[in-house]
C-alpha cells in the first residue's frame, strides 16, 4: 500500500506538494484515473482517485475516509535528550514512529554534550516513517526546551515518567510496574536523559512536580536505545492489555 502526505485537503480535494506530487506522478507513474491512498498526519486516511497527474501539483478526488488509520490506544510523548551524534537520535525517531508514538520533544539537560538541535530533518523523517509504516497520525516534533522547562510545564493529568540511572533515595520500579499500576491513564510521558544522565537537580526537580522515577532494566543503555525501549515498553504493554 503506498501512502502519500497532504496537509492541504478542501472539501473533496487533496492537493499534494511538489516533493509528493514528484513522487506520485514521476517516480510511481501514477495517472489521471488512478486510484491512491493519503494520510493528513491527524489519522485519517482518504482513498482518492487522481484528477490531475501533475508532477509538480498533482490534484485528487476523496471518495472514502477512514479515521484512526493505524492509531494505537495511548498518547505517548517522549521527551528525549539528543545524541552527540545526530543519526542516533534520527535513528529513534524514525524507529518511534513505526511503533507508536505521538509527540516526540527534545529537550537539554544540564549534562548534554549537544546544546543546539534543528528540528527540520526530523520532521522528513518521521513523515516518511509514517507512511512506510502505515500511520494516517505523524508524530508532532517540539522545539527544543531545557529539561527543567519541560518538567515544570508538563500535564499534571499525565503519568509522567523520568528514566535515570543513578541511585537516589527514591527507590525506581521498572516502567512497566509503573504502567501496571496506573492502567487507567492512556496519556503516558516519558523523559529521557543525555550521555551523561540527568543531574541530581533536575531529578529533584521532576520528583517534586509529581513525576515518577522509573527504570528500564539491567542493562545500561544508550539514550536513543532508551528512548525506543520506553517506546516499545508502553506498546508491547497496552498491546497486551
Known amino acids: ?73 495511548y498518547n505517548l510523548t517522549i521527551a528525549v535528550c539528543p545524541t552527540k551524534n545526530t543519526d542516533r537520535i534520527e535513528w529513534f525517531a524514525e524507529k518511534a514512529t513505526e511503533i507508536g508514538v505521538d ?16 528540528t527540520d530533518r526530523i520532521k522528513r523523517i518521521v513523515l516518511s516513517a509514517a507512511k512506510q509504516s502505515l500511520k494516517g497520525s505523524i508524530p508532532e516534533i517540539l522545539e527544543p526546551v531545557s529539561v527543567s522547562e519541560f518538567i515544570e510545564n508538563s500535564d499534571n493529568e499525565a503519568l509522567r515518567l523520568i528514566c535515570y540511572c543513578f541511585e537516589g533515595e527514591n527507590k525506581r520500579i521498572s516502567i512497566k510496574e509503573e504502567l501496571l499500576k496506573n492502567s487507567d491513564n492512556k496519556n503516558v510521558v516519558v523523559l529521557i536523559g543525555p550521555e551523561g544522565d540527568f543531574s541530581e537537580n533536575e531529578v529533584k526537580l521532576a520528583l517534586n512536580h509529581g513525576w515518577k522515577p522509573v527504570h528500564l532494566g539491567n542493562s545500561r543503555l544508550r539514550t536513543e536505545t532508551a528512548a525506543l525501549t520506553a517506546v516499545s515498553a508502553v506498546y508491547f504493554y497496552h498491546s497486551t492489555c
Do not use: W
Not at 502526505?5 to 507513474?29: F, M, N, P, T
Not at 509527540?103 to 534543528?118: C, D, L, N, Q, Y
Open 1 to 73: 500500500m503506498e501512502l502519500f502526505y497532504s496537509a492541504d485537503i478542501e472539501g473533496d480535494l487533496v492537493r499534494l506538494d511538489q516533493e509528493e506530487s514528484g513522487h506520485c506522478v514521476r517516480v510511481l507513474r501514477h495517472r489521471a484515473g488512478d486510484e491512491v491512498s493519503v494520510i493528513d498526519g491527524r489519522g485519517n486516511l482518504y482513498g482518492c482517485r487522481l484528477i490531475d497527474a501533475d508532477q509538480k501539483s498533482a490534484v485528487a478526488r476523496i471518495e472514502s475516509r477512514t479515521e484512526g488509520f493505524g492509531a494505537h490506544p
Open 103 to 118: 509527540t516526540i520533544a527534545p529537550v537539554i539537560g544540564e549534562h548534554s554534550e549537544r546544546k543546539v538541535f534543528k
